[in-house]
């Protein structure tokens, strides 16, 4: 507990918190007006004609358990973009500063210090989801009381998709402390979880639909590989046809989270034994 106390310190006496406090709300407020723009879209049918091949994923998102989980869990996609490089940030301060020496001389088991950095990311993490879970709740309130569904509060899928995508948010900071212990350079470590988080995202989203236009409708489960769509997958609040079940996300995301600090934890602890 005192390490993880001095790992929070550490990012307490910074100005890394509230700096990416500052980056994440106006994220937030964009994302939320384009959920509510959706939201509204969805609710009243004023969105055009849809192709019949696509008319039961419309159908299934207008459903009342979609529309709410999605704006109860809004600014998820950046929400986890942050956490992510808040974990990295955990991790290679430490080398960017050049205090990590200082801190191995202190405590030389480094996988104790490892196992620290996960729980302090983890804390961090859950700091930033409860606070982005707090306005969401007043803005899930106002969105859907807008469009006459209620505030679906007393909506099991509701709090199903909420408690998913703090597992999410954990997740994703268990990957940046990964991330950051195989890529100690703290702007190299950063440039590649930004490229791995948007360029994946956006890269597959493009070529699964090109390729389920191509060799047909199944290749929309290979989603589920990319862990910011499984994360999205977690707490979508409905089966959408022709997605993988949302449970198949939650168990890609933990795989990559539990390898991930797996290869961190060996690779300080081979450090640590040389």
């Given at each position: 507990?005192?390490?993880?106390?001095?790992?929070?310190?550490?990012?307490?006496?910074?100005?890394?918190?509230?700096?990416?406090?500052?980056?994440?709300?106006?994220?937030?407020?964009?994302?939320a007006l384009?959920?509510?723009?959706?939201?509204?879209?969805?609710?009243?049918?004023?969105?055009?004609?849809?192709?019949?091949?696509?008319a039961d994923?419309?159908?299934?998102?207008?459903?009342?358990?979609?529309?709410?989980?999605?704006?109860?869990?809004?600014?998820?996609?950046?929400?986890?973009?942050?956490?992510?490089?808040?974990?990295?940030?955990?991790?290679?301060?430490?080398?960017?500063?050049?205090?990590?020496?200082?801190?191995f001389l202190?405590?030389?088991?480094?996988?104790?210090?490892?196992?620290?950095?996960?729980?302090?990311?983890?804390?961090?993490?859950?700091?930033?989801?409860?606070?982005?879970?707090?306005?969401?709740?007043?803005?899930?309130?106002?969105?859907?009381?807008?469009?006459?569904?209620?505030?679906?509060?007393?909506?099991?899928?509701?709090?199903?998709?909420?408690?998913?995508?703090?597992?999410?948010?954990?997740?994703?900071?268990?990957?940046?402390?990964?991330?950051?212990?195989?890529?100690?350079?703290?702007?190299?470590?950063?440039?590649?979880?930004?490229?791995?988080?948007?360029?994946?995202?956006?890269?597959?989203?493009?070529?699964?639909?090109?390729?389920?236009?191509?060799?047909?409708?199944?290749?929309?489960?290979?989603?589920?590989?990319?862990?910011?769509?499984?994360?999205?997958?977690?707490?979508?609040?409905?089966?959408?046809?022709?997605?993988?079940?949302?449970?198949?996300?939650?168990?890609?995301?933990?795989?990559?989270?539990?390898?991930?600090?797996?290869?961190?934890?060996?690779?300080?602890?081979?450090?640590?034994?040389?």
């Open positions: 507990m005192n390490l993880v106390r001095s790992e929070l310190l550490k990012i307490r006496t910074t100005n890394t918190w509230w700096v990416f406090g500052l980056i994440s709300l106006p994220l937030w407020a964009l994302t384009i959920n509510w723009l959706q939201t509204d879209a969805l609710a009243s049918g004023n969105f055009g004609d849809v192709p019949a091949e696509q994923q419309v159908t299934a998102a207008q459903s009342v358990d979609s529309l709410a989980a999605n704006i109860y869990t809004n600014g998820q996609f950046f929400g986890l973009l942050i956490v992510m490089l808040l974990g990295i940030i955990v991790v290679t301060s430490e080398f960017f500063h050049q205090t990590v020496t200082t801190t202190t405590v030389p088991h480094r996988t104790a210090v490892m196992t620290a950095k996960l729980v302090a990311a983890a804390v961090l993490a859950m700091l930033f989801w409860l606070v982005t879970t707090g306005l969401n709740l007043v803005l899930g309130v106002l969105v859907l009381n807008s469009v006459d569904l209620g505030s679906q509060l007393g909506n099991g899928a509701v709090w199903t998709a909420t408690a998913l995508n703090a597992l999410a948010y954990l997740l994703w900071s268990v990957l940046g402390v990964g991330i950051g212990v195989l890529i100690r350079s703290q702007i190299g470590a950063t440039v590649t979880g930004i490229l791995l988080y948007l360029g994946g995202s956006i890269g597959a989203a493009i070529a699964i639909s090109i390729l389920a236009a191509r060799w047909g409708e199944w290749i929309n489960n290979l989603q589920v590989l990319v862990p910011s769509l499984a994360s999205s997958l977690m707490v979508s609040g409905t089966q959408i046809p022709g997605n993988p079940p949302r449970w198949t996300g939650a168990a890609v995301l933990i795989g990559y989270a539990v390898v991930t600090g797996v290869i961190g934890t060996l690779t300080m602890r081979r450090r640590d034994i040389s």
